[in-house]
């Protein structure tokens, strides 16, 4: 790479719009199967981080149970049959929405993305030890 070629503008501002553009593709795929990007999230890996915002909807759903833990601060979440069979649908809108946006990107360029956003994400992490 060049060493006199500068980067122009935010690169902030550009990997939010790419981020909101990235998650509006998905958004349209994720709302065939009846989901949105957070419920197949929690119903794909459980963050517990978006947990409690996100339990009390799938729930009314019945897309999970919600029962007492082994402590009053504690829950024991599963998902329902019904839960199982919308995470298997998203897991193919899911699929459906990366096979278009590897047509839409290119395989090549999605590649390169994942590499440079890896190795960014890694160097990153690194600096906050």
Not at 15 to 35: F, I, K, P, S, W
Not at 113 to 124: C, R, V
Request: hydrophobic fraction near 40%; glycine fraction near 10%; include cysteine.
């Amino acid at each position: 790479m060049a060493t006199h070629l500068k980067p122009q503008g935010c690169t902030n501002l550009k990997l939010r719009q790419l981020g909101r553009m990235v998650t509006r593709h998905y958004d349209r795929y994720l709302a065939e199967a009846g989901l949105k990007n957070t419920q197949y999230a929690l119903l794909s890996q459980m963050d517990a981080s978006t947990l409690t915002r996100n339990l009390q909807p799938m729930a009314a759903q019945g897309w999970l149970t919600i029962g007492q833990g082994e402590d009053g601060r504690s829950r024991l979440i599963a998902a329902t049959r019904e839960g199982l069979e919308m995470r298997a649908k998203g897991q193919r809108a899911w699929k459906e929405a990366q096979l278009a946006l590897n047509g839409l990107l290119g395989v090549e360029r999605v590649f390169a993305l994942h590499a440079l956003l890896d190795s960014s994400i890694a160097s990153l992490d690194q600096g906050n030890d």
